[in-house]
């Protein structure tokens, strides 16, 4: 295996040997807690323009497939793990990861110190990084494959749903007999999204993400979904002013992850970039109602700046936060009052993940069902 650099925009540097596609990527730098779910995550659009750290330290063992992936392609814009699988076992297996990281030219890189990292992007936040491999990690020189990382651009600021976002409209079928036609805007959605809807009778109408509230209104849909997603909700604008026609029309809205963050912008809320983001399998998040704890599905860098202390007002008459994460206090969930509307900062679809929040996709239908 070549060598390979990891460069941080702070400066530090990991050297380690060259993963996947050789050449170089830059992105920002985060770090995943999942000790399963490799492909589901390099496949989510939510991590459009990242370079992942894995911290669990054996990936690849169970090669890749044709049936985990979230969406067409790898999405992420590196990769960094701490010992790549040399022999992939499964019986799904159709293929290595390395050899798929090859093909769709995914550079990454194993490192001795994933551990090292993790505790340094804890320390410092995430941060823009390079990786470097082959020639490019050769030539140049640290320091000018620095300068090169501070050059690239910042996740802050980055409109990237429109990037990943399907460019035509499609339909996903409901399984059974059909009960409810839901408008999906596809912000980076996810393929398990729209089957989980599916199972549940729903005929899934995926939007792009710059779909206006007149093109989603005039499906004439039971009810509307925004999805996961990357990038930064102050720069999608379009996102909310086209929710904002949703919520004026009384039309039932369930959203999740970036969907969250532009529904707390339709109510005239702020957003923030967090210091490291959530990104694993075992959030504990707290349903303020109930008192129960959900380990969710997490992938995102953005929150929702918004009262816990009680019911607030929006344009849309009051709202409340309806669900916290135990380990940082943060905005996990809001939902209007008056108007059926709702939405969460984690990922209820859980592929990856636990299946405890699976039930929201059954309070939508009832959203629905009661607005009929």
Not at 92 to 111: F, H, N
Not at 130 to 135: A, P, Y
Not at 179 to 186: H, K
Not at 290 to 300: K, L
Request: proline content about 6%; some cysteine.
């Amino acid at each position: 295996m070549n060598p390979a650099l990891l460069v941080l925009e702070d400066g530090r540097v990991f050297h380690g040997a060259a993963y996947g596609a050789e050449g170089e990527t830059f992105g920002e730098m985060v770090f995943n807690t999942g000790m399963t779910g490799y492909q589901e995550t390099l496949t989510d659009p939510s991590y459009a323009r990242q370079i992942v750290a894995m911290t669990s330290p054996h990936i690849g063992n169970t090669g890749i497939n044709g049936e985990d992936p979230e969406s067409r392609r790898i999405q992420v814009a590196g990769y960094v793990v701490r010992e790549p699988a040399r022999v992939a076992s499964n019986w799904r297996a159709t293929g290595s990861l390395g050899s798929a990281l090859r093909e769709q030219g995914v550079v990454g890189i194993a490192i001795p110190g994933t551990r090292a990292l993790t505790r340094h992007l804890r320390d410092r936040g995430a941060m823009r990084a390079g990786v470097f491999s082959g020639e490019a990690a050769v030539a140049p020189g640290e320091d000018a494959l620095l300068e090169r990382v501070r050059q690239s651009p910042s996740m802050e600021g980055a409109d990237l749903a429109r990037d990943v976002s399907t460019t035509e409209p499609y339909v996903v079928q409901a399984q059974g007999d059909k009960r409810y036609t839901v408008a999906a805007v596809d912000l980076g959605i996810k393929a398990m999204t729209p089957n989980r809807l599916s199972i549940r009778g729903c005929e899934v109408r995926i939007l792009p993400a710059a779909s206006t509230a007149e093109e989603i209104l005039a499906l004439g849909p039971d009810g509307v979904f925004f999805s996961n997603g990357p990038g930064d909700p102050a720069a999608a604008g379009y996102a909310v002013d086209a929710l904002k026609g949703v919520l004026d029309a009384g039309t039932p809205f369930f959203g999740i992850c970036f969907g969250n963050q532009i529904f707390g912008r339709a109510l005239g809320l702020g957003t923030y970039k967090l210091r490291f983001g959530h990104r694993g399998v075992n959030q504990p998040v707290q349903d303020l109602a109930t008192g129960r704890v959900h380990i969710s599905a997490h992938n995102h860098g953005f929150a929702v700046d918004a009262p816990k202390d009680g019911p607030f007002d929006t344009p849309y008459g009051p709202a409340e936060v309806t669900h916290v994460n135990l380990n940082d206090g943060c905005v996990e969930g809001l939902r209007l009052l008056e108007r059926p509307a709702f939405s969460v900062q984690y990922h209820p679809e859980a592929a990856a993940g636990p299946h405890d929040a699976s039930g929201l996709f059954d309070r939508f239908c009832e959203l629905m069902e009661a607005s009929k």
